[in-house]
């Protein structure tokens, strides 16, 4: 059974980080890349970065450039969003998902439950 566990999420200031974790358990991890969506209140799911099975490939969403790094460590079978200068507007439900292939944009196949970022003062 594929699973996928989100952790990290809480409440952060403007201007600070947070580290958003995704342990994969139930597929062969280092086979198909990863993505990171989210949803903020009120709106629709927003793609926010993705990576390739080997991480040797990473892609961003035009406003997380420069602030969040996605990485992956495939002998534990995790994923990671580090996030630095949060704003307000990244308060959200942040999702790690399942790739169907080892490259990013074929669509995902399965999605974690979702960890909370709350961006406030």
């Known amino acids: 059974e594929v699973q996928l566990v989100e952790s990290g999420g809480g409440l952060v200031q403007p201007g600070g980080s947070l580290r958003l974790s995704c342990a994969a358990s139930g597929f062969t991890f280092d086979d198909y890349a990863m993505s990171w969506v989210r949803q903020a209140p009120g709106k629709g799911l927003e793609w926010v970065s993705a990576?390739?099975?080997?991480?040797?490939?990473?892609y961003y969403a035009e406003s997380m450039k420069g602030r969040f790094t996605i990485s992956r460590d495939n002998a534990k079978n995790t994923l990671y969003l580090h996030m630095n200068s949060l704003k307000s507007e990244d308060t959200a439900v942040y999702y790690c998902?399942?790739?169907?292939?080892?490259?990013?944009?074929?669509?995902?196949?399965?999605w974690g439950q979702g960890t909370q970022v709350t961006v406030s003062s």
């Open positions: 998902a399942k790739d169907r292939v080892g490259s990013p944009g074929r669509g995902y196949d399965y």
């Open positions: 990576i390739s099975w080997n991480g040797g490939s990473t």
